[in-house]
């Protein structure tokens, strides 16, 4: 699998040079909020509404404590951002790798190439595993 090719200019890469800025905005995000102790929530340090699963049903929806999670392995609390959304340090260790090759091929004018069946395949399934731990949890866990 060929990760790397030529581009024709930078103007070419400008997705990628947001992905990375996506990435730093969201870390640094991550270190200036404090992770919730209740393990989501962390999201209305930014001014942003209860999530809606949780406000009408009492119920967390599938990304709930993702923000918290994100922010706790940020500060180095693993445990806590675990608790908060096991999927939670696995998905942004993906994004920083994926940032860190974004930044390194816009860098280096060459095209990151994501578009292999066995990473599609991959993706799919972590889709489908974090979606039914979502349905899951919704189903079992209450918030109230």
């Known amino acids: 699998m060929k990760l790397f090719e030529a581009a024709a200019s930078r103007k070419a890469l400008t997705g ?8 730093a905005v969201t870390t640094g995000l991550a270190a ?3 992770p919730n102790s209740a393990g989501y929530g962390t999201h ?8 809606g699963a949780v406000a009408l049903a009492g ?15 940020v500060h180095g609390a693993f445990g ?9 340090t696995f998905l942004y260790v993906l994004f920083t790798v994926y940032a860190i090759l974004a930044l390194y091929g ?8 994501l578009n292999d069946p066995l990473l599609a395949r991959a993706g799919t399934g972590l889709l489908a ?16």
């Open 59 to 73: 119920r967390p929806c599938p990304g709930c404590g993702l923000t918290t999670s994100w922010t706790a392995t």
């Open 32 to 34: 200036w909020m404090e």
């Open 44 to 51: 209305r340090q930014l001014g942003l509404p209860p999530c």
């Open 80 to 88: 806590h951002a675990f608790q908060a959304h096991p999927f939670g």
């Open 129 to 144: 595993v974090f979606m039914i731990y979502g349905v899951a949890r919704f189903l079992l866990v209450r918030y109230r």
């Open 16 to 23: 990628q040079g947001f992905v990375f800025l996506a990435w």
């Open 106 to 113: 816009w860098l280096s004018q060459k095209h990151l190439r």
